[in-house]
Nanobody, 115 residues
Framework: QVQLVESGGDLVRIGGSLRLSCVVP????????MAWFHQAPGKQREWVAI???????SYVDSVKGRFTISRDHSKNTVYLQMNSLSPEDTGLYYC?????????WGQGTQVTVSS
């Protein structure tokens, strides 16, 4: 069974930066729209950034101008550069296809933003 593997989460201070990584099998990455999802404590998982196979991107309003999604086919990896982090960004971050496949959900990577 294929699972996506996220990494890069950490405890950071308000205003800090992180880069998350998601390793994606080539047969998925080569032709899929990929996304990063955020699950805040006690809330549902929601997408925050999307990237098409042609690297066209889209973001939810709350992260526009702060987060950047990218993909590197040579490394089979999707990235999420997160800048100007705030406590509202705290939570687990996952990557998946759009639409998401249940079987691909990984363990996520924890981002905690504190003062």
């Amino acid at each position: 069974q294929v699972q996506l593997v996220e990494s890069g989460g950490d405890l950071v201070r308000i205003g800090g930066s992180l880069r998350l990584s998601c390793v994606v099998p080539e047969f998925i990455l080569s032709s899929s729209v990929m996304a990063w999802f955020h699950q805040a404590p006690g809330k549902q998982r929601e997408w925050v950034a999307i990237i098409s196979s042609e690297s066209i991107t889209s973001y939810v309003d709350s992260v526009k101008g702060r987060f950047t999604i990218s993909r590197d086919h040579s490394k089979n990896t999707v990235y999420l550069q997160m800048n100007s982090l705030s406590p509202e960004d705290t939570g687990l971050y996952y990557c998946n296809m759009i639409p998401p496949h249940d079987s691909l959900w990984g363990q996520g990577t924890q981002v905690t933003v504190s003062s």
